[in-house]
């Protein structure tokens, strides 16, 4: 009996053991690759910069200077977002707001959405996205042209019922088999331009160089 009692014991160390390894691996594992991923990231909001913009402005020499916003609720809460004000000929023509929407099916989605100077929505990417492939990750415009249904909406008051998808009787078409995405997508855009009016002027006159 003793003996049995003993090899359990030993089994359970043993597992103990194992498990911490495993925990410190993936600690150290995410220590070292941390940094990686957000400079990742922050790539990939420069590059997609020009895809929220319109054409002709992306396509321009233009200026741009930032504004951080610190645990914004209506840009989904982070500990901070970036906005980028894009200028021509001291002009203000733009603004490309870095946004989370926290609800998606698989977690947060991490976005980015033009604003006209004239209050329309000139762009949207996805920036990162952990949702379904096949039903979710149709938010990509890479898997298919969803996203360009924002292109030069507006919002015409902060109860505009447009702003959801025509399951729930808006404007905007959701997926098959797939509605969670599509709604935290279009909340998060909704919020933006929420924000952005309200805080437009505050956010140019603050805005410094990136």
Known sequence: MTSKRQSMMSNASMLALFAFACTLLVVIVNFFTEDKIAEQIQRQLVKSTNEVLNPELAASSY??????????????????????????????????????????YSGAIQLLVGVNSDGSVSGVRVVQHNETPGLGDKIETRKSDWIYQFNQQRLV????????????????????????????????????LIYHKANQQQIIQSASDC
């Open 63 to 104: 200026q741009q200077q930032c504004f951080i916003a610190h645990s914004e609720p209506l840009l989904g809460n982070a500990k901070q977002q970036t906005v980028r004000v894009i200028s021509q000929n001291q002009q203000t023509q733009a603004l490309v707001y870095q946004t989370t929407a926290p609800d998606g």
């Open 157 to 192: 008051a902060d109860d505009d019922s447009r702003w959801a998808v025509k399951k729930d009787g808006g404007q905007f078409d959701a997926f098959t088999g797939a509605t969670i995405t599509p709604r935290a997508v279009i909340k998060a855009v909704k919020n933006v």
